[in-house]
C-alpha cells in the first residue's frame, strides 16, 4: 500500500513562528500537494509539485512556502505563523498519469495561539 | 462561486436506507470524477471514480455523471452505520499535472 507520512498530528505554536510541517510518500510518485482542510470550505490547495524541485502555486498560496528537495519530501512552511492559519494540513501524493489515485497522510492538525 | 458545490449536511438517514449525494460544478473541462471518504481525524480515502458522463458501481456504491448538468452524484444502498463519514466529490481536467478541485463536503450519519 502506498504511504504518505505526515511528521506531526497536533502542532501548536506561536504567532510569528516558522513552522515546517514535513510529508513523505514511499510509492516513488512524481506528484505531490499540499491542502488545507477548513469547515464549510472544503480542501483548498496550497501548492503542489510535479518533480523534484518543481512547484506550483495553487488557489491560496499566500503565507506559504513549499521544499522539494527529493522525490519523497515535501515540505509545506509558513513563513511567519498568523491565527488565520490555524487549520487542518493534508498532504498527498499521486503517480504521473493516475489522474484519480491520490492518496492522502492523517493529517497535521495546526493551532497557532 | 465556487466552482464545485456541495451540501454540507449533515444527513441523517437510518440503517438500510438509500443515501443521496450531490455536487454541482461549473468547470466545462473536468473530465474525471472523485468520491473520497473521510472518517474522522483520518485524511480522505477514494472511493470510486467515473471518467466523463455515466454510471459506476461498485457493491452498494453507484456514481453517476452527468457533464450536461454538470451534476455528479453518489448513490449507497443499504446504508450501514459503518458508513458514517464526510463524503468530498473531487474532479479535475484531463491533464497530469492538474490538481483535484474538491467539494466541501457532505457529513452523513447512518443510524443504527
Known amino acids: 500500500d502506498v504511504k504518505v507520512t505526515q511528521s506531526s498530528r497536533y502542532l501548536v505554536k506561536r504567532t510569528g513562528e516558522k513552522v515546517f510541517l514535513e510529508c513523505v510518500q514511499d510509492?516513488?510518485?512524481?506528484?505531490m500537494f499540499w491542502y488545507r482542510q477548513d469547515p464549510g470550505l472544503g480542501l483548498r490547495l496550497i501548492y503542489f509539485s510535479y518533480d523534484v524541485k518543481m512547484k506550483e502555486k495553487g488557489d491560496i498560496p499566500e503565507g506559504y512556502s513549499v521544499s522539494r528537495e527529493k522525490k519523497e519530501r515535501f515540505s509545506l512552511i509558513l513563513e511567519s505563523a498568523s491565527t488565520n492559519q490555524t487549520s487542518m494540513y493534508l498532504c498527498?501524493?499521486?503517480?504521473?498519469?493516475?489522474?484519480?489515485?491520490?492518496?492522502f497522510g492523517s493529517g497535521t492538525r495546526l493551532t497557532v495561539v | 462561486q465556487k466552482e464545485v458545490e456541495q451540501d454540507p449536511g449533515p444527513l441523517s438517514v437510518p440503517e438500510g436506507a438509500i443515501v443521496s449525494l450531490n455536487c454541482t460544478y461549473s468547470n466545462s473541462a473536468f473530465q474525471y470524477f472523485m468520491w473520497y471518504r473521510q472518517y474522522s481525524r483520518k485524511g480522505p480515502e477514494l472511493l470510486m471514480y467515473?471518467?466523463?458522463?455515466g454510471n459506476k458501481e461498485d457493491g452498494r456504491f453507484t456514481a453517476q455523471v452527468d457533464k450536461s448538468s454538470k451534476y455528479i452524484s453518489l448513490f449507497i444502498r443499504d446504508s450501514q452505520p459503518s458508513d458514517s463519514a464526510t463524503y468530498l466529490c473531487?474532479?479535475?481536467?484531463?491533464?497530469?499535472?492538474?490538481?483535484?478541485?474538491f467539494g466541501s463536503g457532505t457529513r452523513l450519519q447512518v443510524q443504527p
Open positions: 473531487a474532479m479535475s481536467g484531463d491533464t497530469g499535472r492538474r490538481a483535484l478541485t
Open positions: 467515473t471518467y466523463s458522463s
Open positions: 498527498a501524493s499521486r503517480g504521473m498519469g493516475y489522474l484519480w489515485g491520490y492518496t
Open positions: 510509492m516513488d510518485h512524481e506528484n
